[in-house]
């Protein structure tokens, strides 16, 4: 018998906004620890949170890109349970009245089509930081994280592999960057998930029991999980035994997981509607202005670069899903370069100074309309290929008018046709033999002669020109 994995993820974002969810304390990453601090976020008695209408704009952004419906009126809850990260002892948390509700994801697995429905879009706060010096004996805590705004999008069941798990998320993080509600800094733990995983024998309509791995904090690291799990389900599945409802913690040093609790239920977080927050009215005109000002998205981009400009479907997929160079080569087909030249342009010269240099293309010295002007001097002859990925690498490192950099380079093709004409009258003065040669029908001699052109010119004779005067003068 062979097993099938089903998977449902949670994934919680940090939202970008300038203060906290619940407190006008900054809520940017980092800072001296416990600077990023009031008495709202840390507990205090007696203070009340107010709520950021940020938040709930940029979760109504990802609600509608993710074709949720947005509840007129939704409720924040308190989700009870003592860790000491969490100074209220209590996570304000929405429970059974999220602001968004019955999405639906679209994205592609190796190039398949892929639907995952999401069941839910909450915000909540996030909690503090434990920290555990390893040569003392006690943890101490920065509170600086508490209180940073979180969504969290809850899938249903619908993922079968660890491919479409990745393939998912990757979606989920490429979405929230282009809609610019999210730093998506893995390595700060920006983006996390949960993976619930159940294995059932294929074919079978019913759900097995599921597994939770919480907190998982790469996307790799998630693949890894989900395997081990369903190997793990699968192994103890046809030895006989039965899969328990847990918990497990996944160890992506030791690649293994282990029991951490037998599953909690929702009532052991006593949620009840936090008394201290009115319940969240928006408006159909509010989330209509949201509506209208969501950009395109990536799958939009990636149908329009394929079907529109006709680039091959590999590379559209690497434009489209990087929010920067999607921008870059809509502005230079804006500017009327053509679309294909500029893909094949920022894929391989400009990737590789990028990788060399470990600079995003919005740190570059690069405008789309430094490269649409370079672009021009290539196609029209002033300067050759070779010298454009030269002025190219200076325009990255350091910006500037490609013009002058030609200029000041001594880069620039000539193309005049009286000039070019007196270097081929010079070569064939000089080379009577290899002009019998060509006269006699010996290709090759009209090759060495292009080459003794190009030598005398140095190297800055328009080689199209050359050949096309060579052949009327000989002819
Ligand atoms: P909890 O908060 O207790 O984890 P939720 O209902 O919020 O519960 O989340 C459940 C998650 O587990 C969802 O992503 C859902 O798709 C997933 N899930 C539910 N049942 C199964 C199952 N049998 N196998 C795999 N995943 C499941
Ligand atoms: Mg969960
Ligand atoms: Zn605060």
């Known amino acids: 018998m062979k097993y099938e994995p089903v998977i449902g993820l949670e994934v919680h974002a940090e939202l970008k906004t300038k203060s906290k969810i619940f407190c006008s304390c900054s809520a940017s990453f980092g800072g001296d620890i416990n600077t990023h601090v009031c008495p709202v976020c840390s507990g205090m008695p007696g203070s009340l949170p107010v709520l950021n209408k940020k938040v709930v704009e940029y979760a109504v952004r990802m609600g509608l890109a993710t074709n949720c419906d947005i509840s007129a009126v939704s409720v924040m809850a308190r989700k009870n349970y003592f860790y000491p ?6 996570q304000i948390s929405q429970f059974d009245k999220p602001l968004c509700q019955n999405g639906r994801v679209d994205f592609e697995v190796d190039g398949e089509p892929k639907s995952v429905r999401l069941t839910r879009i909450h915000i909540e706060e996030d909690a503090g930081k434990l920290l555990h010096e390893a040569s003392a004996d006690e943890s101490l805590i920065d509170f600086n994280r508490c209180g940073v705004p979180l969504i969290e999008m809850v899938t249903e069941p619908d993922i079968r592999s660890s491919a479409e798990a990745k393939a998912f998320l990757e979606h989920i993080k490429t979405t929230l960057s282009y809609l610019d509600i999210c730093d998506c800094k893995m390595e700060e733990g920006s983006i996390r998930c949960d993976v619930n995983v159940s ?8 759900f097995g029991t599921r597994v939770e791995m919480k907190n998982i904090n790469t996307f790799s690291g998630a693949v890894r999980a989900i395997d081990y799990e369903v190997s793990r389900q699968t192994e103890l599945l046809f030895e006989g035994g039965t899969v328990e409802q847990e918990t497990r913690r996944w160890d992506d040093i030791k690649l293994e997981n282990y029991t951490m609790r037998t599953k909690e239920d929702a009532q052991d977080y006593r949620y009840f509607p936090d008394p201290d927050l009115l319940p969240i009215e928006v408006t159909d005109e509010w989330v209509e202005s949201i509506r209208e000002s969501l950009p395109e998205l990536p799958l939009s981009k990636l149908r329009r ?15 489209a899903e990087n929010k920067s160079r999607a921008d870059f080569l809509d502005k230079c087909e ?18 590789k100074l990028q990788n060399d240099s470990g600079k995003e293309l919005e740190e570059s010295g690069l405008t789309p309309a430094g490269l649409c002007a370079l672009l021009e001097l290539i196609g029209s002859g002033k300067i050759s290929g070779t010298a454009g990925k030269k002025v190219l690498g200076v325009i990255f490192d350091e910006g500037g008018d490609p013009l002058k950099i030609i200029e000041k380079l001594g880069l620039y093709q000539m193309s005049g046709q009286d000039e070019i004409k007196s270097i ?20 090759t001699a009209f090759g060495y002669l292009i080459g003794q052109c190009m030598k005398a010119s140095k190297g800055k004779a328009n080689p199209q020109v050359v050949n096309k005067l060579l052949k009327e003068i000989l002819d």
């Open 334 to 351: 804006k500017l009327g370069a053509d679309a294909k030249t500029v893909t094949n342009w920022l894929l391989g010269d400009i990737a």
């Open 424 to 443: 081929i009258e010079a070569v064939i003065k000089e080379n009577e033999k290899s002009v019998a040669d060509y006269k006699k029908g010996k290709q």
């Open 199 to 206: 294995v059932r024998p294929e074919g079978s309509r019913e």
């Open 85 to 90: 990260d969490l100074p209220k002892a209590y």
């Open 305 to 319: 670069y394929i079907g529109d400009y006709g680039i091959p479907e590999k590379d559209a997929r690497l434009i």
